[in-house]
């Protein structure tokens, strides 16, 4: 099964929106080396800093780029697309830390 994946590639004075491909076994997710592959692939050294954002940075200090986003995954089926204003609601309606009841 292929997955296209959207990302955002964030410049000093610029955001580069691109396109990646993965292939995945059938009813699989991508993998962060499933993405750090495709990344490799595509010129990018990187490694994932938010995982829950799927941020990744580049692993070369001098790189003219800040950061790779990966925005949605689209598998031809079902399409994942992050909703950002029910992110923010939730991680402010949320408490920050854990306590037992």
């Excluded at 292929?2 to 410049?11: K, L, P, S």
């Excluded at 990646?20 to 993998?31: A, D, H, K, N, R």
Aim: with cysteine.
């Amino acid at each position: 099964m292929e997955c296209i994946v959207h990302f955002e590639v964030h410049h000093p004075h610029e955001v580069k929106e691109l396109r990646g491909l993965i292939f995945l076994q059938e009813g699989q997710v991508p993998s962060e080396q499933d993405f750090l592959s495709m990344f490799v692939e595509m010129g990018y050294k990187l490694r994932l800093e938010d995982k829950d954002n799927l941020v990744f940075t580049p692993v070369d200090p001098a790189a003219n780029y800040s950061k790779i986003r990966v925005r949605r995954l689209d598998t031809g089926e079902k399409s994942y697309k992050e909703d950002t204003e029910l992110r923010s609601l939730l991680s402010n309606l949320l408490p920050k830390e854990s306590r037992p009841l």
